[in-house]
Structures are given as structure tokens and as C-alpha cells.
């Protein structure tokens, strides 16, 4: 008989919702996680607010029905920023979504000086305007924007090299001129990019702080769960559900490695 339990949906653009699966298990070993990767639509940092609208409340509402899950996971700060009210209203699950980390950088930096990486998507959204004036009034804060660091992280997880020069433009913004020589705190307001912290710390010669939402969400979660009253858990494997024709070996056993022993290709219509 399978053991009585939670099951859980994290769903992402691509790979970067498994830094908030690492969190969900180490916090979470009993829950049952199914993961969907929109990989026909990623990046979506370089996607409009109508075009999230649009495409998540219905696919997700599919994805719920589909899998008869007991509460989804957004594990994406631009789909997080963009379109959670409608997923919401489109759901009958609660949904746990991802809020970039700026109240705790602002907390951990000593200099007064932040810096907030994310999608183009993300830090341009009145929402993280709302969280830097409610925590982080006292400090200087820089914005950036990268749909490149999403590809490096896609490609890191599949097996191949990380381009360093990429990440060193990419993130040479936050660390240029008075104030970006005073970062040391820098939030990772995008989930693929946890899976490039090291690389990131290795891009900089000043010490810095790279702050990401995963804990949060986990205890989250686990505050929803305690809730939701357990039923029997579904007898198959973990399974990832890759949106599009992405499945290879090397990105499979990147799934694999997250606990996700079966990865299915959903080809869209």
C-alpha cells in the first residue's frame, strides 16, 4: 500500500525551480513532488505580463487536474510577479509563490548597498518597486536584468560548461562604479540563478552575499501542508514533465540527480 502523504507540483520555465526543490526536500522528505518545466515558452523574462496572463492560470489549472495534486509551488519570480492573482483565481490548490529576497539582503548588508538580479521580466515589475519601498528604503539598490544567465543555468544542468565571460558581463552592471563597489549583499530573484551561485561568487572579487528565496518557500509549504489533510501517494516515480521537445539523456539525469527518476516530454499542440 503507498504511504500517506502530500503531493506537490513545482513548476517552473525550465530547470531553475529545482534550487526551490532542494529546499522542499531537505525541509519537506515526505512530500511527493511532480515537477513541469514550460521549456516551449522559456525565458519567460522576455515575455509581457499579458503573454504570462494569457498562457499560466489555464495551463497550470490543466497541470492541476492532470496530476491531482494538493498545492502547486510557482518556483519562478517572474511568473511569481506577473500572473499569481489569476493562477490563484484559476486554481482550487493553494499556490505558493516566489517574493525575491530583498527585505532579508537588505537585512544581511552592512555597506547599505544591494543588488537585485533577476529576469528583465522580474526587476522591472511595479512589485519589486513595492518591496524595495517597504524594506529597503535605507539602501542603495541596483537592478539588473539577464535572460542570459537562465541559458547558462539551463546549460550547467544539462552537462556542459558554464561560459564565464557570459556571467561576468552579465552581472558587471551591479558592481560598477561608487555604489556597486559597496555590494555585498545580492538577491537572486530568479531561480535558475542559485544554480550558478558558486560561478557567480567566482565572477567577483568582492565579497558578496547571494541571497535566494528556496528556505522561504520550503517553510511555506510546509505551513500549507500541515493544513491539508494526507492521503494515499501516488505509486509511480517522481516524475518530471518537460513542456516541448527538450529530453535529453544529459537533462534527464539532471532531473535525476533532484530526485525526479522519470522525466515524460509533453509535445504542446
Not at 534550487?19 to 522528505?29: G, L, M
Amino acid at each position: 500500500m503507498s504511504p500517506l502523504g502530500h503531493h506537490v507540483l513545482v513548476f517552473d520555465s525550465g530547470v531553475g525551480g529545482l534550487s526551490v526543490v532542494a529546499e522542499i526536500r531537505a525541509r519537506q522528505p515526505d512530500a511527493f513532488l511532480s515537477y513541469v518545466a514550460d521549456d516551449v515558452f522559456r525565458p519567460y523574462g522576455n515575455k509581457s505580463e499579458a503573454q504570462l496572463r494569457a498562457r499560466l492560470p489555464g495551463l497550470l489549472a490543466t497541470l492541476v487536474e492532470m496530476l491531482d495534486v494538493d498545492a502547486v509551488v510557482v518556483a519562478c519570480n517572474t511568473a511569481s510577479t506577473t500572473a499569481l492573482p489569476p493562477i490563484r483565481a484559476a486554481l482550487s490548490v493553494p499556490v505558493i509563490g516566489v517574493v525575491p529576497a530583498i527585505k532579508p539582503a537588505a537585512e544581511r548588508s552592512a555597506t547599505r548597498a544591494i543588488g537585485v538580479l533577476g529576469t528583465p521580466g522580474t526587476v522591472r515589475r511595479a512589485y519589486v518597486d513595492t518591496l524595495i519601498a517597504d524594506f529597503a528604503t535605507e539602501c542603495h539598490v541596483l537592478l539588473q536584468g539577464s535572460t542570459r544567465l537562465v541559458a547558462e543555468a539551463e546549460k550547467k544542468l544539462s552537462g556542459q560548461a558554464v561560459d564565464m565571460a557570459v556571467l561576468r558581463e552579465e552581472i558587471a552592471p551591479l558592481f560598477a562604479g561608487r555604489i556597486g563597489a559597496d555590494v555585498d549583499a545580492v538577491v537572486l530573484a530568479c531561480t535558475h540563478f542559485p544554480l550558478l551561485r558558486e560561478d557567480l561568487q567566482a565572477s567577483v572579487t568582492q565579497s558578496v552575499k547571494w541571497i535566494d528565496s528556496g528556505a522561504a518557500i520550503a517553510r511555506r509549504l510546509s505551513a500549507v501542508l500541515s493544513e491539508i489533510v494526507a492521503r494515499t501517494l501516488p505509486d509511480h516515480p517522481e516524475t518530471a514533465f518537460l513542456i516541448g521537445p527538450d529530453t535529453d539523456d544529459a537533462r534527464a539525469k539532471a532531473f535525476s540527480d533532484y530526485g525526479f527518476h522519470r522525466t515524460i516530454g509533453l509535445l504542446p499542440q
